[in-house]
């Protein structure tokens, strides 16, 4: 692999773990010094990398920089003078000699502990999944954008208010107590929700699979469940419904990268140990008394880890849909439900529902009513599925309507 090739794959995954790591070690109110030591690493990887090659070990290279640069900071800057003294004494400074602990241990520590300062109720809900995306998750403010419906601009704007908040309560880094964890996780899951959502559908990338996205909210959800303090029939849930989603992931694309819907997917390429790790965590969250929206997402999951298509599994799922949306209402939810209505009852009552919803911007919408109406009106379906074209932005979701469209021509 080329630097220009895995530098920006090892600053989605490595990134996020230093800056956690400098974080707990500067204090909160310090984010953006850490942020810059980290962001100078990398530009001196991509200068250093293209001109004389890959390291042996390209982690451990960003890893030896970082500490180093992090070491010549706190030796010259003055403002940490005190701090060194007093507060890393014990556990930073053996021997006089500046440790800056990048083990595995203490990374996962750090991003756990950065999880639950971040979502503070000291900033609002919004500004928490925000900041959490930015900093623990790696995302650009183009990427939140598109997960907000709102611009790069106002994400700076959101996250520099948000900095300064934090900054001026000088919150710790560190799990607060049981009744706090409680009060912040459901912000903490649906971070990792997001992180996950878009990396099994990318809305902000030229491909619609991102499988690095998928496999750090995992990573990071674990955290939660092998945490006694965070380990959740949520968390439990949560994980439960990646495992499922994430079982499919080789049967979504083709040898040409194009994407596979459900139905034309190959059952033996689905990943059976994700599976039955998907339905160890589903019954583990079965041990609280709460139903939550993770709870039924997962079980719609599970539902869909069996191909036969019968009465029964829509049924199923179009009463969890039902559930789903007196918990929370989404219009993409509505969405969903109408196609399991369709299998569950009749296409002419979806194609009711789904008229209603009237999501005028979204190409899925019009692609269901373009699927919705082929057994009933080829002329409608096909206009349908040519405003679903115009409105798509990725490569993929592009060529799997083209594909629709070229059935139309045989």
Known sequence: MQPQELIPHLFKTEYRKIISVLCKLFGIEHIEIAEDIVSDTFLLASETWGQKGLPN??????????KNKTIDFLKHNKIFNEKITIELKNSSVVSGEIEIDLSEKNINDSQLQMMFAICNPVISVQD???????????????EIADAFLTNKDAIYKRMSRAKDKLRVAKIPIELPGQSEINNRLETVLTTLYLLFSEGYYSSSQNTTLRKDLCLEAMR?????????HTNTPESNALLSLMCFHSSRYDARTNENGQLILYEEQDEKLWNRELI???EYYLNESAQGKNVSKFHLEATIGWWHTHKEDTHEKWENILQLYNRLLQIEYSPVTALNRTYALAKANSVNEAIVEAEKLQLTNNHFYFALLGELYRSIDKKISKSHFLTALSLAKSVGDKQTIQRKLSQFES
């Open 57 to 66: 070990n390209p982690t451990a290279w960003l890893y030896a920089v970082s």
């Open 276 to 278: 039955q790790r998907g």
């Open 128 to 142: 928490q999944i925000c900041l959490s995306l930015n900093i623990l998750c790696g995302f650009g403010a183009e």
């Open 220 to 228: 990071l959800n674990l955290l939660l469940v092998e945490n006694a």
